[in-house]
Nanobody, 114 residues
């Protein structure tokens, strides 16, 4: 079982930035592609960004392209989501996931005020 811990969420004004982190002590985490997802109450969880295990290929939701950047530091078993130019519609709980598994973190709340 891989335990993931997200951090870095908070309250920010429109146009601001946050960097989310997803860390684990499980070294096999480096074998997985990873994804950041977000969810608002009453809606399904949606994919925000994904990254291959080696970090060579990324995929972004159209709504965040050009604003968000996913990256990883395999030496630290940590995945990041740099979020710039934040908008109120980015408000959600953000989760990281080891791709194709049921390994999820507990989520971190991001709130963007207008």
């Amino acid at each position: 079982q891989v335990q993931l811990v997200e951090s870095g969420g908070g309250l920010v004004q429109t146009g601001g930035s946050l960097r989310l982190s997803c860390a684990t002590s499980e070294r096999t985490f480096t074998d997985y592609a990873v994804g950041w997802f977000r969810q608002v109450p009453g809606k399904e969880r949606e994919l925000v960004a994904a990254l291959t295990s080696a970090g060579g290929s990324t995929n972004y939701a159209d709504s965040v392209k050009g604003r968000f950047t996913i990256s990883r530091d395999n030496a630290k078993n940590t995945v990041y989501l740099q979020m710039n130019s934040l908008k109120p519609e980015d408000t959600a709980v953000y989760y990281c996931n080891a791709w194709g598994t049921d390994y999820w973190g507990q989520g971190t709340q991001v709130t963007v005020s207008s």
